[in-house]
């Protein structure tokens, strides 16, 4: 079993910015790609970013030049910088990592962080 544990969510008026982390931890695993999804209110979960293990990165159109996804591989790290953060931008933040465990491979789910952009 892996765990994702998410920090750094909170408050934030437009404009401003935050930053949130994901710490996977586990045994015997090993991390490939990782990646930040949202869900606002009565709203399907998205895709924000994504980062494969050698770094190569992919945003959703609404985030490209505000988020940026970046990891720290000794860690099991993905953090997610969020600039100039808008009001739509508001809702629950998950970490998702694809993980090859005990030979297998999985995808694991965060608990999920809030981030709310007041106008």
């Known amino acids: 079993q892996v765990q994702l544990v998410e920090s750094g969510g909170g408050l934030v008026q437009a404009g401003g910015s935050l930053r949130l982390s994901c710490a996977a931890s586990?045994?015997?695993?090993?991390?490939?790609?990782m990646g930040w999804y949202r869900q606002a209110p009565g709203k399907q979960r998205e895709l924000c970013a994504t980062?494969?293990?050698?770094?190569?990165?992919n945003y959703v159109d609404s985030v490209k030049g505000r988020f940026t996804i970046s990891r720290d591989n000794t860690k099991n790290t993905v953090y997610l910088q969020m600039d100039s953060l808008k009001p739509e931008d508001t809702g629950l933040y998950y970490c998702?990592?694809?993980?090859?465990?005990?030979?297998?491979?999985?995808?694991?789910w965060g608990q999920g962080t809030q981030v709310t952009v007041s106008s």
């Open positions: 998702n990592s694809d993980v090859i465990i005990w030979a297998s491979r999985r995808q694991y």
């Open positions: 586990g045994r015997n695993f090993r991390v490939n790609a």
């Open positions: 980062i494969t293990s050698d770094g190569s990165t």
